[in-house]
């Protein structure tokens, strides 16, 4: 991937803690806040003007057993124009555990004419 992020949420005593947070550009997630229900919430900036065609982008994201954690975009993601129709890739993985509670709330997405992302 052109850029990857891995985040793993884990229970510890009445709240989440990260216990993983490894990445590279474009992702940029901020230190666990302290969230309702002893929930962790991770801001993820997305530092760079946006996505163009050939990035390979690759979000994983786990809530382990009874964790509860919420990940949440800090603004839109702009996907430029892809003239020659070769565009960018993003995929997100997910995993939530037995009695665990994942919230994964991306900003908008904003593509310009001609953009394609798979």
Do not use: C, K
């Not at 052109?2 to 990445?23: E, I, P």
């Not at 530092?47 to 690759?58: A, K, M």
């Amino acid at each position: 991937p052109t850029g990857w992020m891995r985040l793993r949420g884990q229970r510890r005593g009445a709240r989440t803690v990260l216990t993983r947070s490894a990445r590279t550009a474009p992702y940029h997630p901020s230190p666990p806040l302290p969230g309702g229900d002893g929930a962790a919430e991770v801001v993820v900036q997305e530092v760079g003007p946006g996505v163009f065609p050939g990035d390979r982008l690759l979000a994983e994201v786990e809530a382990g057993p009874g964790a509860a954690l919420v990940v949440r975009g800090q603004g839109a993601t702009r996907i430029y124009p892809s003239p020659n129709g070769r565009g960018a890739r993003s995929l997100v993985r997910l995993r939530v555990d037995d009695g665990a509670d994942l919230r994964w709330l991306p900003g908008e997405v904003i593509p310009f004419r001609g953009a394609v992302l798979r």
